[in-house]
Nanobody
Framework: QVQLVESGGGLVQPGGSLRLSCVASGSIFGFYTMGWYRQAPGKQRELVAAITSTSVGSTNYADAVRGRFTISRDGAKNTVYLQMNDLKPEDTAVYYC?????????WGQGTQVTVSS
C-alpha cells in the first residue's frame, strides 16, 4: 500500500509562483512514475507533469504548462515537487499527486491552487 501526502497549495496572484510537494510512504521500489494531475470545476482530471524513478528521471509535461512548471524528485525522500511559475487563472484547480507503481494508480487527497487577483 502507498500513501501520498501533498502540501503547498494556496492562493496566488497571476504571474506568481507556488511549489507543491508530495511525500510517498509505503512499499515502493523499482520502476515507477510520480506525477501531478489537476482537476478544475466541471472538467476532467488531466495530467500536468510526470517523472520516472530512473536515474535519468525522464519527464513529461502537458503543453499548457511546459516552460512554466518544473517537476523534480528526491528519491531518497520519496518526494516529488512541482515548481509552478508564471501562474495563470486557468491553472486554478485541485492538484493531485499520483504514483503509478506496479500497474496500480495511487492518489493523494488533493491540494487547491487558486490563481486570482
Amino acid at each position: 500500500q502507498v500513501q501520498l501526502v501533498e502540501s503547498g497549495g494556496g492562493l496566488v496572484q497571476p504571474g506568481g509562483s507556488l511549489r507543491l510537494s508530495c511525500v510517498a510512504s509505503g512499499s515502493i521500489f523499482g520502476f515507477y512514475t510520480m506525477g501531478w494531475y489537476r482537476q478544475a470545476p466541471g472538467k476532467q482530471r488531466e495530467l500536468v507533469a510526470a517523472i520516472t524513478s530512473t536515474s535519468v528521471g525522464s519527464t513529461n509535461y502537458a503543453d499548457a504548462v511546459r516552460g512554466r512548471f518544473t517537476i523534480s524528485r528526491d528519491g531518497a525522500k520519496n518526494t516529488v515537487y512541482l515548481q509552478m511559475n508564471d501562474l495563470k487563472p486557468e491553472d486554478t484547480a485541485v492538484y493531485y499527486c499520483n504514483v503509478d507503481f506496479s500497474r496500480v494508480d495511487y492518489w493523494g487527497q488533493g491540494t487547491q491552487v487558486t490563481v486570482s487577483s
